[in-house]
């Protein structure tokens, strides 16, 4: 197999004692790469109803305060853990998705979080 010369600089981190990187083969970048993936967030990942928003895939859930749907509780569930096919989810992104789309819902829903 080709052995891949530079790998995010190898060249420069293996004079700073990181040979390892210098010795890195492409199978080796592969398996790194793959152990990094992060899945896709996407909106059809999520339910929404007046009780709250759950991301599926990790039960991540936001539960709004009853007449307060900015207000509420975060359930991480298993947000960060490694997926079983050794994928995760990107935090960041989750949370982010999860926020736009409840005030989208909240928006578009007036009447249902009226005190």
């Not at 010369?5 to 210098?22: K, M, Q, T, Y």
């Not at 759950?54 to 900015?70: E, L, N, Q, S």
Request: include cysteine; hydrophobic fraction near 45%; charged fraction near 15%.
């Amino acid at each position: 197999m080709p052995r891949l010369s530079l790998v995010f600089g190898a060249a420069c981190l293996a004079s700073r004692n990181f040979p390892a990187f210098a010795d890195l083969k492409l199978s080796d970048v592969a398996g790194l790469i793959k152990n990094m993936e992060r899945v896709l967030v996407r909106r059809d990942q999520f339910n929404i109803s007046p009780q709250g928003i759950v991301h599926k895939p990790t039960d991540a859930a936001f539960i709004p305060y009853p007449g307060a749907p900015y207000a509420g509780i975060t359930r991480m569930g298993q947000l960060g853990n490694e997926h079983p096919m050794g994928v995760t989810f990107n935090v960041d992104d989750v949370q982010r998705i999860m926020q736009e789309l409840w005030v989208e819902y909240v928006q578009a829903n007036p009447g249902l979080f009226n005190a």
